[in-house]
């Protein structure tokens, strides 16, 4: 199982990433625990200074944006 966090502060673009995020596990059958982290100290712990960001299975694979549909497909399964 993949273990996915959403880093981010709870604006527009982090909650746009958590949602499209949500879409493509449910429509590949990924098979993945979602968490999002908003504590700011556990967001410095990434290194990552652009948020949104998506880690997955502890990597960060994006930051500061929110990928299209398949490109997250590719983020999510490789």
């Known amino acids: ?16 990433l958590a949602d499209a ?6 429509a ?3 098979e993945a625990s979602i968490e999002k982290v ?9 290194n ?4 949104p960001a998506l880690v997955v299975d ?3 694979r994006c930051k500061g944006r929110v990928p299209d549909r398949n490109e ?3 983020l999510l399964t490789r």
């Open 1 to 16: 199982m993949k273990q996915v966090k959403i880093l981010g502060s709870g604006c527009t673009k982090c909650n746009q």
């Open 21 to 26: 995020v949500n879409v493509v596990i449910a």
């Open 28 to 30: 590949e059958n990924i």
């Open 38 to 46: 908003t504590d700011i100290q556990k967001i410095m712990a990434y």
């Open 48 to 51: 990552v200074l652009s948020l």
């Open 58 to 60: 502890e990597e960060v």
């Open 72 to 74: 997250l497909k590719d």
